[in-house]
Nanobody
Framework: QVQLVESGGGLVQAGGSLRLSCAASGRTFSSYTMGWFRQAPGKEREFVATITWNGNTYYADSVKGRFTVSRDNAKNTVYLQMNSLKPEDTAVYYC???????????????????WGQGTQVTVSS
């Protein structure tokens, strides 16, 4: 049973930082592209960042230069370091994994099969 569990969300002031973690179980994802998405109230789930098995990354324009995605394959865990947070970053953040070993970055929700429960990030102004 594949499970993804996010942690690290919380309340932070604008300009602050948070690091989200996504611990995977039920399958070793060292050879899989992984992704982060977020969903704010009244909005669709949107792409945030993705990382391939060999460390290639891609970011949404809204977070580029502020967020960094990384992975520790020995721990079967991916991370999202969020710096210079803005109120518009407020959302539930989700970790995602595909069921297929794609070779490149994945940027749409339909490319992913497994999702974590989400962790709330709230940025106050």
């Amino acid at each position: 049973q594949v499970q993804l569990v996010e942690s690290g969300g919380g309340l932070v002031q604008a300009g602050g930082s948070l690091r989200l973690s996504c611990a995977a179980s039920g399958r070793t994802f060292s050879s899989y592209t992984m992704g982060w998405f977020r969903q704010a109230p009244g909005k669709e789930r949107e792409f945030v960042a993705t990382i391939t098995w060999n460390g290639n990354t891609y970011y949404a324009d809204s977070v580029k230069g502020r967020f960094t995605v990384s992975r520790d394959n020995a721990k079967n865990t991916v991370y999202l370091q969020m710096n210079s947070l803005k109120p518009e970053d407020t959302a539930v953040y989700y970790c995602a994994a595909p069921n297929v070993q794609y070779t490149g970055v994945l940027v749409t929700t339909t490319q992913y099969d497994y999702w974590g429960q989400g962790t709330q990030v709230t940025v106050s102004s």
